[in-house]
């Protein structure tokens, strides 16, 4: 299976070979700071993934960095431990094939908005909703 898409002025193109993970939204602080709201993403093996064009990376934390393109500043990578690299949903391509399968860092979330579906949630991390590949 492959998986493509990129930034919003196109500078940046990725791909990806094989599963992509469910789509967990994050709603941590720095997630929240990042995006402007909580983010969607999913994620897959990093050495499946190429890109195509410059990525800026940030480093938001001592475990994890953040890629967005230096153009139109498009947010479109975490990267932190672990084998996968994080693929920020909306930037896929359509048809994306993936869903949205849970919550994390729920107790951070913004005071402005409510999680009213029925998916898995949790206060903090939680490796059940993160990890899974499908």
Known sequence: MTSRGGCLCGAVR???EGPLRP???CHCTQCRKTS????A???TPRDGV???GRVQWYQSSPEARRG???VCGSNLFWDGPGSDLAIFAGTLDAPSGVRLEG???CADKGDYYDIDDDLPKADGDHPDITTQVL
């Not at 402007?36 to 983010?39: I, Y």
């Open 41 to 43: 993403a999913t994620s």
């Open 23 to 25: 789509v967990v939204a």
């Open 68 to 70: 967005f393109c230096p």
């Open 36 to 39: 402007g709201h909580h983010v």
């Open 103 to 105: 919550h994390i860092f």
């Open 50 to 52: 190429k890109i195509e």
């Open 14 to 16: 990725y791909e990806t």
